[in-house]
């Protein structure tokens, strides 16, 4: 089964727990004046109840498979003609959240609003004062850039990952 595979029946999966619930929800009890909708609604009851313990193992099976296959695969992806390899699960987190955190870094740089002036100093004496810049604009520019591209490179590659790659199963 491929990663892609396990990560639809989880989902299945858990469409089919909600359906058990409402089932359970509606069928485990009634008045004493009302038919039972099943012939032994007890036991059908019991059957569910089972089912739906055995749909929630498989689940958890599943996504221990999905996080043990994503640790454990290492995956490379070419980044500002970089190839880097880290596991689909540094990847997923740096796809995440890592990503807008470094970019906010670098999008903070600015001139905060300052601007080159002429002052007189206490003396009387006019002066240039100018801006200094503790970063390279063009620096700044390029990683924006490569930061804001870095997400969809990811997110290409986990496609074709999740698609090829075979669920590492106990």
Known sequence: MKII?????????????KDLTEKI?????DMDYETPVYSD??????????????????????KYCI??????????VVIDGHEITRSITEWINRRMTLCALEKQSWAILSSRGLKDLRIQQSQGQIVDAKVRYY???RQRDKMFEILSAEPSLIDSKLEIIN???DLIED
């Open 41 to 62: 609604q007890k036991q059908q009851v019991s059957e569910w109840l089972q089912a739906h313990r055995d749909v929630i193992r498989e689940i958890g099976r599943l």
């Open 163 to 165: 698609a090829t790659t």
């Open 5 to 17: 595979e396990a990560m639809k029946k989880v989902k299945d999966l858990d469409r089919k727990a």
């Open 135 to 137: 970063y390279d604009p």
């Open 25 to 29: 929800s509606k069928h485990c009890a």
């Open 67 to 76: 996080q043990k296959t994503n640790v454990l695969t290492p995956v490379t």
